[in-house]
């Protein structure tokens, strides 16, 4: 076997259930895993997914670029953008606009609701589906160089409601239960350029490879260990958390929950990072307060994590049972491994009220 010999996915190849369109080197790109010789997912969906995947490929190369200094740097202020969304900078809004063009070119998308934008943008009549975005998570980050993230979720279009008019059908579009989601992804700007994504059936991760342009599949049916020993959390806030949370994270860190051995701490403060450690190492990523989106942040990720076997709560109910009322409702998510997540639950009270909107 070629180069690809050493992963993950070249050992399964010919397992049940992997697609035929793993090569003979083991190498298969994320165009020919949803194809027709792997998941066989429908044909539109592929070229929406292409248009994606050539988005996320310019966002990576922008955030990596030298030349994005100034574009990392705050315009206006959280004032100017409505209570319901943080000042944007540069470049969250130029990752809105390149992830809008290569909708619009799809060809196959009725509406886009982004955090980046009031209200939801209607692109096509008669585009099959709908994408909601957070187009670059985690930019607060980006002065630093520290890891940020593009989520998407994807619904189909209701057809039943074409003939209301434009903004009234577009929010109804947009406000869909995350149980109708039918793919999301989030794509990792880190040391790897890393693509997950699931389409209902199984979780799996594709790695950008810089010489061929091409995301290759190196994480197929990721499962996300049962425990982890991992929590991640701004606990800076402890002594804004309900008790229930601090009883919590006081226990696992001295090692007297039911696994018995001493959680660590890692928190990136970059949701799709933090995730992503999440779904390799297993534990819980957590935000208590009312802060991560539910639209654009919770419903995507809870799909991915449930179908990589673990669990999205806002601390008491699953996710993706939640109808959003607003674009932008804000919620406490808890993303992670299921043993973890359940002991976390017991406790009850772990959903942070006190909200005072901290500085950094
Ligand atoms: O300030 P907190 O509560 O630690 O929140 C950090 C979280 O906010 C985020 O930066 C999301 O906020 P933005 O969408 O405003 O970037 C996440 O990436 C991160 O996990």
């Known amino acids: 076997m070629a180069s690809l010999s050493g992963f993950r996915v070249g050992s399964q190849k010919g397992s049940a259930g992997s697609p035929s369109s793993i090569g003979d080197d083991g190498s298969c790109t994320l165009m020919e895993y949803v194809g027709k010789r792997g998941l066989n997912v429908e044909d539109d969906l592929v070229v929406l ?43 969250d809004i130029v990752s809105n606009e390149i992830i809008l063009s290569s909708l619009q070119k799809s060809g196959k998308v009725a509406v886009m609701a982004s955090e980046e934008n009031d209200a939801p943008i209607w692109i096509s009549d008669d585009g099959p589906y709908v994408v909601v975005t957070d187009p670059l998570d985690g930019s607060r980050n980006i002065d630093a160089s520290i890891p940020t993230g593009t989520i998407f979720g994807i619904y189909k279009r209701f057809d039943e409601i074409d003939n209301l008019p434009t903004e009234e059908k577009a929010m109804i579009n947009s406000l869909q239960s995350g149980r109708r989601l039918v793919a999301a992804g989030y794509v990792l700007y880190s040391s790897a350029t890393i693509l997950c994504a699931t389409f209902g059936s199984g979780t799996h991760a594709f790695t950008l490879d810089h010489s061929t342009g091409d995301f290759i599949l190196t994480h197929p049916n990721i499962k996300v260990p049962p425990r982890g020993q991992i929590y991640s959390v701004n606990d800076a806030r402890y002594f804004d958390w309900p008790e229930g949370l601090r009883r919590y994270i006081d226990t696992v860190r001295q090692g007297k929950g039911i696994y018995p051995k001493k959680y660590s701490a890692r928190y990136i403060c970059s949701l799709v990072a933090d995730l992503h450690r999440t779904l390799m190492y297993g534990g819980v990523a957590m935000n208590p307060r009312n802060h991560l989106r539910l639209v654009y942040e919770a419903n995507p990720l809870s799909f991915i994590v449930e179908q990589a076997g673990g669990r999205g709560s806002d601390g008491k109910n699953r996710i993706l049972a939640l109808q959003p009322a607003q674009l932008h409702q804000r919620l406490p998510l808890f993303l992670g491994s299921l043993e973890d997540m359940e002991e976390l639950e017991s406790y009850g009270d772990i959903q942070q009220k006190v909200n005072p909107g901290y500085e950094v």
């Open 49 to 91: 997914l292409h248009h994606i995947q050539y988005a996320c490929k310019r966002i990576a190369a922008l955030v990596a670029s030298p030349f994005n200094q100034s574009l990392g740097k705050h315009v206006g202020s959280s004032s100017d953008v409505g209570s319901d969304r943080d000042a944007p900078k540069p470049l």
